[in-house]
């Protein structure tokens, strides 16, 4: 079993900073993809900075130039650094992880329980 543990939510004002981790954890064999997902009250989830599979950094148009995802493969972390925070931030943030377990062949996908940021004066 794979768990993703995320930290790091909580309130700042407009244009603090905050940054958010996830660990995975459990039976990896591989991390194909991993990165942050968003919702906010009455709207859709959304990716807000993810590794894909192949190595490359996508970013929500909407965050570019103020987050910057990073990650440790060591740790099977990865990271997300929030600056120039604005109210529109303000949501759950959720890991997402693309994990090939120990011993199978197929990539099976899991979501972390999520961090609440709020940005708020």
């Known amino acids: 079993q794979v768990r993703l543990v995320e930290s790091g939510g909580g309130l700042v004002q407009p244009g603090g900073s905050l940054t958010l981790s996830c660990a995975a954890s459990g039976s990896i064999g591989s991390i194909n993809a991993m990165g942050w997902y968003r919702q906010a009250p009455g709207k859709q989830r959304e990716l807000v900075a993810i590794?894909?599979?192949?190595?490359?950094?996508n970013y929500a148009d909407s965050v570019k130039g103020r987050f910057t995802i990073s990650r440790d493969n060591a740790k099977g972390t990865v990271y997300l650094q929030m600056n120039s925070l604005k109210p529109e931030d303000t949501a759950v943030y959720y890991c997402n992880a693309d994990i090939r377990l120990r011993l199978s062949t197929r990539n099976y996908n899991y979501w972390g329980q999520g961090t609440q940021v709020t940005v708020s004066s």
């Open positions: 590794f894909t599979s192949g190595g490359n950094t």
